[in-house]
């Protein structure tokens, strides 16, 4: 449990890190509302970004990108929809991935905009 704790927060942290090499501007990391968790909100100019970051210490998973499935979907959507009233809504909002590959040297990171829609 440990271990794997500290994989998803070091996946996380290394997502964190590409976003602001990136220009994105972290509002949140690990936001939590009754109806789940978002592991990253951001700013990528005027749009928020909602982000989902996936970590892989092996492939016998699959990659990280294939992670997320109907019900994780939905559950991020519902998360974000309560985020963005409780916040204010915006019009511009996106959804991304990242998947962090720990297996591979060196480290993957790879960042997929736009995975599906509010």
Not at 9 to 26: T, V
Not at 49 to 78: L, M, Q
Request: charged letters at 30%.
């Amino acid at each position: 449990m440990i271990k794997t704790l500290f994989t998803g927060k070091y996946g996380e942290w290394l997502a964190a890190r590409h976003l602001k090499k990136g220009g994105y501007i972290i509002l949140e990391r690990g936001y939590k509302n009754p109806l789940g968790e978002i592991d990253i909100i951001a700013m990528d100019g005027e749009q928020l970004v909602f982000v989902e970051v996936k970590t892989r210490t092996s492939d016998e998973f699959g990659e990280p990108c294939e992670a997320i499935d109907y019900k994780k979907k939905k559950k991020i959507i519902n998360t974000a929809r309560l985020y963005l009233k409780q916040h204010g809504g915006t019009s511009a909002v996106r959804f991304d991935l990242i998947g962090v590959s720990l297996f591979v040297k060196p480290r993957k990171v790879e960042h997929i905009k736009d995975i599906f829609e509010l």
